[in-house]
């Protein structure tokens, strides 16, 4: 049955009485437990997340549909003498739902224990938090002693040049501890809640100093005030309270609005009743006014690498690629989903769909959390465009395993990887209420975004001289394709530590000694098919390179190029060592400042002319994809990309059981090799749409040949 302002009204009236005679520790414990019912009335709706302070503790309670740019830092009532962080988050709880905001509560320090000026303190502690933060948008809401808190923070605000906030919600705020307002005395016998005796005694608790303006900001100054929007109950002691301020505010030229709710209580609103949902709407069209109505959803150009790929696409190939997390128990979906709605407002340049401009492409931020996707026959289907249009992104939940397939145009590999991370910790933290530090690759859930993380750092990072494009095509492996595109995953699993030890004898990294197994296993499976040592073409592998590792970037787009080493087999056959050889040099030569910066201009070149901006789109896609398909893939027999060794916070590691990288086929090509390694072992994903595993079986031999152990697993089918 809801709840009625009758059936409240009455239940007050019999406590009334009573609520004078407990003890300050049964008092709090009281107020603390209204807290958590109307907490409770909202669970399913919100994310919570504790922040501590020195002296206090905070929390952030955000809405699960998120409608609103800003945030409102929310005070709570209880003279000065009741009210937790329990408390708190309770009403927190109904402004974040109701309003479709992110709230910052505070449960500042308490009087007797810490009387004036120690609650003031806090808040301007926790305000300068939210500034420090990035917030420029920030509301102010109080109920009681925290409307009263909310006008002495701004009155300690103007005095130290800090930004005002945007607006003041103040519920039945107490701005008059002198008493001196007439309601005091004609209403006392309708306030079915509060009394004179009872205020006496918080304000006895809090200071000797009623008459100071930071106690009773009735006698403050107020002109410069932020706009107001104030409720208070007609049937209240206080009320007068609040006719005085809005009163002072509006002489003082202050915008405000005074709502007078006849036959209401003290803080009526915090009962969330149905007769009172109007006032919801109030709040809502003044925080319109103040604040960002609604959450603007962002666009951004494509980055320079970006660019090639929509025209480049086709119905069997649509460059997207897999990172994966293997959990070390069952995924429950609405968990995953839930977890999904807030990683995606933590990452607007990736939670996308691509957009058709008439010059360019571009990526616009989606606002709904797309569907769970069921795991297909293989990994990384294509994506249609139709499917782009909507969401160039799929989160694939199947038994243990959640995996991420994104379009290359929205990032790279380690972009992907971080979303991953940050969505598993979401995840984690929802499911069993665990705490999960930002950090090793997860972000900050409750963060803002910042322009670091959403620039094209190419654009920062271009030389002023540009790169040769002259290249010779290399030899590439060819094979019987498979029906319908079917692509097969052949996993290699080998331990970390005697795969780098076995480099360490080469005296190369991990990421030469791999790449090096795999040109050797090229060599040999080009000298079984190109019997004529003359007809024999280079061995190139294409290494992505993540340029975070060469220039300053936080960039979460993509930002890596790449390196190509070669071996010459026409010159005759080249023994591993040798190979090792080469490779580390020509990494050594090509990954400089220097050498990437060239490379980079040579990529943003055409940009830059005035003619190729202004040609249409559809000119450019046919542009675009012919300079793809002469050059793009031909010069490398496939691409070998290593994330390096992942690492996540150390909470993680005890949910986590593996992870794997993954990309698609080439273009034009059969093959193509990804790797990382996690906790003690090393994943290398081979994948290929043609039957034959010639190339799989040759780069495991050389590593069998080595003495190293293999695992192999396989999706073959028949």
């Excluded at 120690?118 to 990035?134: H, R, S």
């Excluded at 394709?481 to 795969?499: I, Q, R, S």
């Amino acid at each position: 049955m809801a709840l009625s302002a009758k059936m409240i009204r009455k239940q007050l009236t019999i406590l009334k009485p009573i609520i004078g005679g407990f003890s300050l520790k049964t008092s709090r414990r009281m107020q603390n437990k209204i807290g958590e019912l109307m907490e409770w009335r909202y669970r399913g709706e919100i994310i919570q997340k504790k922040h501590s302070f020195e002296s206090f503790e905070g929390a952030w309670v955000i809405p699960k549909d998120e409608r609103r740019d800003g945030v409102i830092l929310y005070l709570h009532g209880g003279g000065y003498v009741f009210g937790d962080l329990e408390y708190a988050m309770g009403f927190a709880s109904a402004l974040a739902v109701q309003c479709g905001t992110r709230v910052f509560c505070v449960a500042y320090r308490l009087a007797p224990e810490a009387p004036f000026p120690a609650a003031l303190n806090d808040v301007i502690t926790a305000y300068k938090y939210l500034t420090e933060k990035g917030y420029t948008n920030i509301s102010l809401c109080g109920e009681s002693a925290g409307g009263g808190l909310c006008y002495a923070l701004c009155q300690k605000l103007g005095e130290s040049g800090l930004p005002m906030p945007c607006g003041i919600i103040a519920i039945s705020p107490w701005t008059d501890l002198t008493a001196s307002g007439e309601s005091y005395i004609s209403n006392a016998e309708s306030d079915p809640s509060m009394s004179i005796e009872l205020l006496d005694f918080f304000a006895n608790n809090y200071t000797s100093e009623r008459e100071n303006p930071l106690v009773s900001p009735v006698f403050a100054e107020l002109s410069g005030m932020p706009p107001s929007l104030i409720f208070a109950g007609g049937d209240e002691i206080m009320l007068d309270d609040a006719r005085a301020l809005h009163a002072r505010l509006t002489e003082s030229g202050v915008k405000s609005r005074l709502v007078i709710k006849p036959e209401r209580w003290h803080a009526y609103l915090l009962y969330g009743l149905e007769e009172d949902k109007k006032d919801f709407s109030l709040i809502n069209s003044f925080l319109s006014k103040v604040m960002a109505a609604e959450h603007r959803l962002r666009w951004m150009p494509l980055d320079n690498s970006a660019k090639i790929y929509p025209p480049a696409r086709n119905q069997r190939w649509s460059n997207v690629f897999r990172v994966s997390a293997t959990l070390t128990e069952a995924i429950d979906k609405d968990i995953m989903r839930s977890a999904l709605d807030i990683t995606m407002r933590r990452f607007p340049s990736m939670a996308v769909r691509l957009r058709r401009g008439a010059f360019w492409y571009y990526l616009q931020q989606i606002a709904d959390v797309p569907e769970l996707k069921e795991e297909s026959s293989y990994p990384l289907t294509p994506m249609s465009k139709e499917e782009m249009r909507k969401c160039a992104f799929r989160i694939i939940v199947y038994e243990r395993r959640v995996a991420l397939e994104i379009f290359h145009s929205i990032t790279d590999g380690n972009g992907a990887l971080v979303f991953l991370k940050s969505l598993v910790a979401e995840y984690l933290q929802q499911k069993h209420g665990v705490y999960i530090p930002a950090e090793n690759g997860v972000l900050g859930r409750l963060e803002e975004p910042s322009e670091a993380e959403l620039e094209d750092s190419y654009q920062k990072y271009v030389g002023s001289v540009q790169a040769s494009l002259r290249a010779s095509n290399a030899w590439r492996p060819s094979g019987t394709p498979e029906a319908h595109g079917f692509a097969h995953l052949t996993c290699l699993e080998l331990p970390v530590k005697e795969t780098l030890a076995k480099a360490h004898e080469y005296g190369v990294s991990l990421t030469v000694f791999l790449c090096s197994v795999m040109m050797q296993a090229l060599q040999n499976m080009q000298e079984e098919k190109v019997p004529n040592i003359r007809k024999r073409k280079p061995i190139k592998v294409f290494i992505p390179v993540n340029l975070r590792g060469i220039f300053e970037s936080s960039s979460l787009r993509n930002f890596v190029l790449y390196t190509t080493p070669e071996i010459l087999p026409k010159l005759g056959r080249y023994e591993f060592k040798e190979i090792c050889k080469v490779v580390h040099h020509q990494m050594a030569l090509e990954i400089t400042p220097k050498q990437m910066s060239m490379k980079i201009a040579t990529n943003t070149a055409c940009e830059k002319i005035l003619a190729f901006k202004l040609m249409p789109l559809f000119i450019k896609d046919i542009a675009m994809k012919a300079v793809f398909n002469s050059v793009g893939e031909r010069k490398s027999c496939l691409a070998f990309s290593n994330l390096g060794a992942v690492k996540l916070p150390e909470i993680m590691n005890d949910y986590v059981e593996r992870m794997d990288f993954i990309l698609g086929v080439q273009a034009t090509a059969p093959y193509d090799c990804a790797m990382l390694s996690f906790k003690d072992k090393l994943y290398i994903n081979f994948i290929r749409n043609i039957r034959e595993s010639e190339l799989e079986y040759h780069f495991y031999r050389v590593l069998r040949d080595m003495g190293l152990p293999v695992t192999v697993q396989s999706n073959y089918q028949d």
